[in-house]
Each structure stands twice: as C-alpha cells, then as structure tokens.
C-alpha cells in the first residue's frame, strides 16, 4: 500500500497502515462522492420509514373491516417491532462479520418482499404474521445504514451531514402519511402496502453496488480493498483538511496517535459492551432510545385511529390530521440538522425531553378534550421528540467502535422495538380502563425517564469515531 501523506510512516507496519487509511478518510471534506452514498442508502431509509407507519394508516379500515378491539391495534402495531427486535440484532451480528453493504441489501429486500405478501393478507392473524416478518428486514436496515453513513464521515460537520441524512426517515413517515391519507379511502388499505413494497426492490438493485465501508474494511485487515475506496473519494475532490506540504509534523502525531490506539484495541465481543468504558454509555443510549420511541411511536402509531375512534372522525379527516404530525416533525427535524453541531448531542437531547415532556403535560391536565388540542399539543409533542429519535442514529455509532459499532448500534435500536411494541399495546389497555388524558400523561411520565438518561450522555460533537471511542 502506497503512503502518499506521510513517507515517515512504515505502511508494512499494520497498525501504521490501518491508521493512514483512517486519517485520509478523516482528511477528505464532504464531497458528491459522501452524499451519492447518502442518497442511495437514504432511499432504502425513506421505505423503511414508509413501511414502519403504513399500518397506522391502514387500522382505521380494518378496525370497521375486521372489528378489531383496542387491544388487537395494539398487538397489530407490536407485531412489526417485535420483528424489528430480531432483525436489529440479526442482521447488526451479520453485518460485523460480512460487512455493512450486503446486510442492508438483504434487509431491505426482506422488508419490500413482504410488504407485498402484507397486501395479501385476509385476516388478523396473516397480516400478524406478515408484519411479524417484514418487521426483521426493517429493523435489520436502519441501525446498519446508520453506522454506515456514520463511517464515511469525518468529524468536521459529522452531525449536519448525518442529520439530513436521517431526515429520510421522517419524510418516509410524511409520505406514508400523504399516501395512506389519499389512497387508502380511495383504492383500498391493500394498495398502501404495495406503494412501499414495490420500489424497494428496485432500490436495491442501487444499494447492492454501494461501495463498503472503508472503515470496516481497514478494521478487519483489508486494506488492499479499503485502499481502492479511499482512492475513490480524494479523487472526488482536490481539498483537503491539512496539507501535507503544511502539516506533517501534525499529520505524523495525529497518525502515530491512531496506530497506537489501533496496536492497543481489543478484539471485538459483544461483551465489551458491558466493560468499564462502555457500560455507562450502554445504559444510558438503551434508556433514550427505549423512553424516546415509547412517546414517539406511542403517539404516531395511535393518532390515526385515536381520531376516528375517540374524536369520532370521518376517515379522511382523521388520517388528514394525523398527516400533519409528520409535517412538523419533517421541519423539527431539520431544524436539528442545521444546528445540532452549534448545540451538541447533550444538551439538545436533554432540551428535546424537557420540551416535549412539558407540552404533553399540559395535554394531560387539560384532559385531552377536543380533537384540536391533540392535533396541536400531541402532534408538537411528537415533532420535538422526534428529533431525539433522528439524534440518537447519529449519536450511538458515535459512542462505538469500529470493531462492534454495528452490533452496539443494532443492540441499542432493539431497545426501540421492544418500546414500540409495548407502546402501542399499553395505549389500548390505558385508553379502555382509564381515558385518553391518562394516554398522555403516560407519556409526559415517559419523558421524565428519558431527561436523567439524557443527561449522561458524552459529548460528540466534531471528534474522530477513533477518538471517541478507544
């Protein structure tokens, strides 16, 4: 392997040649190469979101169609997280040992498979056992592309790259929300399913043909092929965070600093999770994603129905006011895009729980009377948090490295499955036995739990992944 930075330093020694290759990827600013990759990877981000929320907008039919009672929503809505559960952990084992790129393909051609099979689904129980399954592919997706796109960054703007990346996601949530909105009272809940399953399978046909992660490639010695990549992306661009020419006394310590850091890892176990650097942050990222995604999907899977059922809708004013939570989590979220690295990780986290706790409160204390008070307090609610849920994509790859960033990241989104599905399911018990002001001071309760997590999170912001994590 050539050494084109620093002469000094011996490329056959394997740590120093590992740490070149970091640092280059370190040394190249954003270029069309970075965001190609993000908008491909997106794609299958924007149908996994799709495909995540298209059955809250399919329940308020079938409720009518099938005559289903609060609880079997709730157990409906838990049957694609409870997949998720296993596709998260699955597939992030899967993607530590054959890489990033041909998990995420399998994943995403699992979850747009079986979105199809959803559409032919007769009852309660096939439609279960079909979400069951499409819920392995979805949650396999999110947590492996988000370590992906995390590993091509560099510190520098790591967060507004990777931010407006994930805004994917939500406006996969607002456009399965404008879809089920016109299609579903038009053409029948069947079609929903098949607007996110078909297209998925021609995105993969572009994620297929990403290139992998250099990162994972150089952590597993493979540093011929992460070469080649690396290659790739300065030829995108003549610019450079140092220049050698300037920086070489600089560029030899910040190298040396990696190749020692690199001599003195462990190897990869998932039970270094649990070691004393980084059980505290374990803990504390398994908290947020649980507490978060109990309050966001809690909400955004039930307004639909809550709205025809509660509020006494019709159907297409239900699902046009339950469109309009997504709206202002799409602008929330890229609020957060543009100002997350001004602000950092911690204190927007902790401010999103604060917020979003104190408007749900209030929802509650005023007994979630009129459709219109949820509508603004519920749907506000859910557009702060929903900044979190962005936040926490970025934040946990960043806690982790390279050597189990996919399993730490898939094992802390797991924790989001098992909230999802409990949410929903605990909103139609508390929604029968106790009213709709209880569902939402729950809620407010929820966040409460999620404010001490957030406040023991470690600053990231604009720091190496190798810095961050030893």
């Not at 006394?249 to 020692?260: K, M």
């Not at 690199?262 to 398994?286: D, G, H």
């Not at 507490?291 to 509660?310: C, D, E, M, Q, R």
């Not at 709709?436 to 999620?450: D, H, K, P, Q, S």
Request: proline fraction near 4%; aromatic fraction near 10%.
């Amino acid at each position: 392997m050539k050494n084109d930075l620093n002469p000094a330093v011996p490329a056959s020694d394997g740590a120093h040649a590992a740490a070149l290759l970091l640092f280059r990827i370190e040394n190249v600013p954003f270029t069309r190469w970075h965001t190609k990759a993000r908008v491909i990877m997106g794609s299958a981000t924007f149908f996994d979101a799709f495909d995540a929320l298209a059955l809250a907008f399919v329940l308020p039919v079938l409720v009518g169609l099938w005559h289903l009672k609060p609880a079997q929503v709730g157990v409906l809505i838990a049957a694609g997280y409870l997949g998720q559960v296993i596709g998260a952990l699955a597939f992030g084992a899967l993607a530590e040992r054959r890489g990033r790129v041909p998990s995420v393909s399998l994943a995403v051609g699992l979850m747009s498979a079986m979105s199809i099979v959803c559409a032919l689904s007769g009852n309660f129980l096939m439609l279960f056992t079909t979400r069951f399954i499409q819920g392995i592919g979805v949650g396999g997706e999110v947590p492996i592309a988000a370590a992906y796109i995390n590993e091509l960054s560099q510190a520098k703007g790591r967060g507004r790259f990777f931010i407006l990346y994930e805004l994917i996601f939500p406006l996969g949530l607002l456009a399965a929300a404008q879809v089920g909105a016109y299609v579903v009272p038009r053409f029948g809940w069947e079609y929903m399913f098949l607007v996110g399953g078909l297209p998925g399978l021609l995105i993969l046909l572009f994620i297929a043909r990403l290139p992998e992660s250099p990162r994972w490639l150089v952590s597993k010695g493979r540093f011929d092929e992460a070469e080649k990549i690396i290659r790739t992306i300065e030829s995108s661009t003549d610019k450079r965070s140092l220049d050698p020419s300037k920086h070489g006394s600089e560029i030899s310590i910040r190298v040396e600093n990696l190749a020692c850091g690199l001599r003195n890892q462990k190897r990869a176990s998932w039970k270094e999770l649990f070691s004393p650097v980084y059980r505290p942050r374990t803990l504390a990222v398994w908290l947020l994603w649980a507490t978060s995604y109990f309050v966001a999907n809690g909400i955004n899977n039930w307004l639909p129905t809550l709205y025809k059922t509660v509020y006494n809708m019709p159907l297409q004013q239900a699902l046009r006011m339950a469109s309009l939570t997504n709206v202002l989590s799409v602008l929330a979220v890229l609020g957060c895009a543009l100002l997350v690295d001004r602000v950092g990780r911690r204190r927007w986290a902790v401010a999103s729980f604060v917020l979003c706790g104190a408007l749900l409160a209030v929802l509650a204390a005023l007994g979630a009377r009129s459709a219109l008070s949820v509508m603004i307090l519920a749907s506000s609610a859910y557009a702060v948090m929903g900044t979190t849920t962005v936040l926490l994509y970025l934040y946990t790859p960043e806690i982790y490295p390279t050597r189990m960033r996919a399993i730490g990241t898939g094992l802390a989104t797991s924790w989001l499955r098992v909230a999802s599905a409990t949410a929903p399911a605990i909103v139609g018990v508390v929604l029968t036995d106790w009213g709709i002001a209880a569902v939402f001071g729950m809620f407010a309760v929820t966040n409460l739990i999620g404010l001490i997590a957030a406040t023991r999170m470690i600053e990231t912001t604009n720091r190496a992944l190798e810095d961050i994590s030893p």
